[in-house]
């Protein structure tokens, strides 16, 4: 297992598209203070930046790593590199497990990039005006990273089914867009929808930012959702592993 969590962790860290989609979320993280500055006010607000950045980010934890999904998961079908894996002498369970563990880490970074590095040069720049609370900082930190590995077992599981890049890219893309709206539509019409939406990773996801307000109970059913999303989509996408073809 070893071995093979290092094998994906190089090839996560030679991968073009996770170089690249982590480059240009760094670059917005630099650029963005740094115009706020120049052609906002002289001094403005840190703690109101962070959580700025916390909305926005809703959309990378959804959106990039869909991508990173096609390139480094469902490629190496087409590729015919997991058939080498698969054919390598190791379990199918330890592979998926290892991959999922992976690419989570992959999706982790991504989801940090902007509140760590968006907020750290906006303290520069506002030369640490209004700081956020750290315990309020931390919290919000610790559910994104966990939002995001709950994300990435969904858009595991469908890289793995649709094991070419362009339509697992394209089908998460969607998926992820058009979910909240949908799901919304049909909660005002039937009461089984709106209890699945209201309790899903996708509905909580924004209520992360309201952390501070939330007795313990909330809380822990924030932390939980996405843990037993994680696990439930983990087993889905081994079962699904196990049964595939690998040609």
Do not use: H, W
């Not at 006010?41 to 934890?61: D, T």
């Not at 309201?210 to 939980?224: C, G």
């Amino acid at each position: 297992m070893g071995n093979l969590l290092k094998s994906e962790l190089f090839k996560l860290k030679k991968d073009r598209s996770f170089r690249k989609l982590t480059l240009a979320l760094m670059i917005i993280a630099a650029l963005f203070p740094l115009i706020a500055s120049i052609y906002g006010a002289k001094q403005f607000s840190v703690n109101e930046l962070f959580i700025s950045i916390i909305g926005r980010n809703n959309y990378v934890l959804k959106i990039i790593p869909c991508l990173l999904a096609g390139y480094f998961i469902s490629s190496e079908y087409s590729l015919g590199t997991m058939k080498s894996i698969a054919s390598s002498g190791n379990s199918r369970i330890r592979i998926y497990i290892s991959k999922l563990m992976v690419f989570s880490f992959g999706a982790i970074i991504f989801s940090l990039i902007l509140p760590i590095a968006m907020t750290g040069t906006g303290a520069i720049f506002a030369q640490f005006n209004d700081m956020p609370d750290l315990k309020y900082f931390v919290q919000i930190n610790i559910f994104t990273m966990l939002y995001a590995a709950a994300f990435a077992s969904i858009m595991m599981l469908f890289a793995t089914m649709f094991t070419d890049s362009g339509k697992t890219i394209g089908l998460l893309i969607l998926l992820f867009l058009l979910f909240d709206g949908v799901m919304f539509m049909l909660a005002s019409k039937f009461s089984l929808f709106e209890y699945i939406y209201n309790n899903s990773v996708f509905k909580l996801l924004y209520d992360i930012i309201n952390i501070n307000t939330m007795d313990s109970i909330e809380v822990l059913k924030l932390a939980l959702i996405p843990i037993l999303t994680y696990l439930v989509f983990g087993l889905l996408g081994i079962f699904a592993f196990l049964k595939k073809e690998i040609k």
